[in-house]
């Protein structure tokens, strides 16, 4: 009997081989009550199939950060996931000891062939490569931006005119090897990732501005870069390199410096980035070029720190990195994109396609609701008498943003669509913004109306009436708030937004129910919560509604009414 259902379980689960998970399946199955039923094969398939089902959706990102010590939201992860597959370019700010570096490390480490090895060939390697600590076979580069950077030649080096030598930096060598990795390889290519630490310690704008400028010229048929990165202007005599190493005790083979370089579409660049004191602001430039996301939320009451499981990790690694791996590399036609599929211009169309079209849905066709296109249009609207408008490359990162997060692979986990939209306005929009009060307090008030779920009409109102209204609708109570009042209701809104995201916030925890569950409620009551029929009278009930319930996109309403406290108080204020 024991080998009979042997063969019916690996028959189920397509191989013979049994990983960590199986294990506990099995074993769920051997004890649980049911177990009678074990001569009906029917009922044996259908349990162990539920078993498998439910162990698979617990091997998701959220688990994987988990396993490794460190708790992220579901939303976040999803964020920062289709950012990075979007535009390649992704900026992490916020409080310190959030988690900001670890994110892009743990990411960075699990689709590294040289970190997670997948022969035994491979594992020797990583293994001698670890003991001698020696990353040049890693996939992930992690720098320390210090401050006295004031050029490119920390990252880029220099050539040498006493020497006749060009001074080589880890950076140069590691784009060389993505380059080369992507030249050799195409379709099957790895990802990149350079991972600039406290970024800001010194001018992005000084030391990065060659990449700045690189990453806005487009891209190619081939999805390069299409300006080019300039480096020397020296030509190599006969049979001479101006690269050439004297330490040959390596024996790695030296790939030679060019005059000039192309990005390749499987770079990918994270920053962490701190403010205070010491640090210096982001430019607009930067932050318009750059995925832009918060790490400020704390929530004590969902931090449950557990003990680090790297078997559990292992296991998780095993199962999702290569599903990972291919949605990354974005083929099309059989060709990797990566991260240059934003230069595809069929890509973008079939994006903002999408966003035009209108939901379906009873409650949508009740209150004729707007496609996410035309509240984008809106905004924009808005904002552009005051400067403040973004254009058609916005537009086209947002579409195509929105078009993965709603679409993100089962590991990471989904978006809806008014969640996609408003972590793309904060992340795309709200970073703009920076002034005194004369400039910033009518944006930021409209922007607040916008958030709404249920929109107002500004026609013939005057600004304190526009204000009136607003808060109204947020407190019942018509008048201009407080800073103890924005405070209040700030406080309330990251309360009640903590409260709707508590079962996301269980995903990550190995006792909790099945992740895959998890996502379908958290996402369920996000559209519940997001299409409610309009209220046409106020009643008595109306005081108890959760503010969150009054917001279409709560994150970006929680920053507006921030950065609007913020003004009040010092009379200035910025996104950072």
Not at 3 to 16: A, C
Not at 36 to 45: A, G, M, Q, Y
Not at 189 to 198: C, H, K, W
């Amino acid at each position: 009997n024991n080998k009979k259902l042997q063969n019916v379980y690996h028959k189920i689960i397509g191989r013979t081989n049994m990983n960590y998970y199986d294990a506990d399946a099995f074993l769920y199955w051997i004890i649980d009550d049911n177990y009678k039923e074990e001569n009906n094969p029917k009922i044996l398939n259908e349990k162990i199939d539920k078993k498998l089902k439910e162990e698979q959706a617990r091997k998701t990102l959220a688990n994987y950060f988990q396993y490794q010590g460190f708790y992220f939201d579901q939303a976040l992860i999803t964020a920062f996931y289709s950012a990075l597959k979007t535009k390649g370019f992704v900026i992490l700010s916020g409080l310190t000891g959030t988690g900001k570096t670890k994110l892009a490390q743990l990411f960075a480490e699990l689709l590294c062939p040289n970190c997670n090895p997948q022969d035994e060939q491979n594992t020797q390697v990583a293994q001698n490569s670890s003991e001698n600590l020696n990353q040049s076979k890693c996939t992930h580069l992690f720098l320390s931006v210090r401050p006295d950077w004031r050029d490119s030649k920390a990252l880029l080096g220099y050539y040498n005119p006493i020497t006749g030598k060009y001074e080589r930096t880890p950076l140069l060598d590691f784009i060389l090897k993505a380059m080369d990795d992507y030249n050799k390889n195409k379709n099957n290519a790895s990802p990149y990732f350079i991972i600039l630490d406290e970024m800001n310690l010194s001018h992005v704008e000084y030391y990065f501005a060659d990449f700045l400028s690189v990453l806005e010229s487009g891209r190619d048929e081939n999805y390069w870069t299409k300006e080019t990165i300039k480096l020397h202007n020296i030509d190599k005599k006969e049979g001479e390199s101006i690269d050439k190493k004297e330490d040959t005790s390596k024996k790695e083979e030296t790939i030679p410096i060019p005059k000039e370089i192309k990005l390749p579409p499987n770079l990918y660049i994270i920053g962490s980035v701190n403010i205070d004191e010491t640090t210096y602001m982001f430019s607009p430039k930067v932050l318009d070029r750059a995925f832009t996301i918060e790490f400020r939320e704390v929530n004590f009451d969902n931090y449950n720190p557990s003990e680090i499981d790297r078997e559990k990790a292992k296991s998780i690694i095993e199962s999702i990195r290569n599903d990972l791996l291919e949605d990354l590399r974005n083929k099309k036609n059989n060709k990797s994109r990566f991260c240059g599929a934003v230069a595809d211009k069929e890509e973008i169309k079939e994006a903002l396609d999408s966003i035009k079209k209108k939901e379906n849905t009873e409650e949508n066709k009740e209150r004729s609701e707007k496609s996410i296109f035309d509240k984008l249009k809106e905004l924009n609207q808005h904002l552009q008498p005051y400067d403040l408008h973004f254009g058609y490359r916005v537009l086209d990162e947002i579409a195509l943003f929105i078009k993965y997060a709603t679409n993100a692979p089962k590991e990471v986990g989904e978006l809806c669509v008014e969640q996609a939209l408003d972590f793309a306005v904060l992340m795309k929009v709200l970073p703009k913004f920076h002034g005194p009060r004369q400039k910033l307090e009518r944006p930021l008030w409209l922007v607040l109306g916008w958030c709404l779920k249920n929109s107002i009409k500004y026609e013939n109102k005057t600004f304190d009436n526009l204000i009136n209204e607003i808060w109204g609708i947020l407190t019942d109570q018509k008048k201009r708030p407080s800073i103890e009042d924005l405070t209040n209701v700030i406080q309330k809104l990251k309360s009640e937004l903590n409260n709707r995201s508590k079962n996301e916030s269980q995903e990550a925890n190995p006792g909790s129910q099945p992740i895959a569950e998890n996502q379908n409620q958290a996402k369920e009551e996000s559209r519940e919560s997001t299409s409610e029929p309009h209220q046409t009278e106020q009643t008595s009930n109306d005081k108890k509604t959760p503010i969150i319930n009054k917001f279409k996109y709560p994150r970006t309403a929680i920053k507006v009414l921030t950065m609007l406290r913020q003004l009040y108080e010092t009379g200035f204020t910025s996104f950072a």
